[in-house]
């Protein structure tokens, strides 16, 4: 059974860090493309970062340079180091792997950006 689980959601401040992960059983990381969305109240769910089966890193705009995605095969883990938070950021954030018969996703771990 394949199976998502996020960790490392919670409250921090502005400018502050968090470092999310998602920890993968029942496949092996490196043959899926691999990421992270988030869905802030009201708005559709995002593509955040995102690592291929091939190693290509795809970030979205307003992320870039703040927010770090990367995965430890050995752990079956997929982490996003999220640096320079902004009240923006502020979303349940979900791990998904897309494979050919079907996409996956996990519970989701809220990240709120406040002071």
């Not at 689980?5 to 092996?28: D, I, K, M, Y």
């Not at 770090?68 to 502020?90: C, G, H």
């Amino acid at each position: 059974q394949l199976v998502l689980v996020e960790s490392g959601g919670g409250l921090v401040q502005p400018g502050g860090t968090l470092r999310l992960s998602c920890a993968a059983s029942g496949f092996t990381l490196d043959a899926y493309a691999i990421g992270w969305f988030r869905q802030a109240p009201g708005t559709e769910r995002e593509l955040v970062a995102a690592i291929t089966s091939g190693g290509n890193i795809n970030y979205v705009d307003s992320v870039k340079g703040r927010f770090t995605i990367s995965k430890d095969n050995a752990k079956n883990t997929v982490y996003l180091q999220m640096n320079s938070l902004k009240p923006e950021d502020t979303a349940v954030y979900y791990c998904h792997l897309h494979t050919p018969a079907q996409d996956y996703w996990g519970q989701g771990t809220q990240v709120t950006v406040s002071s």
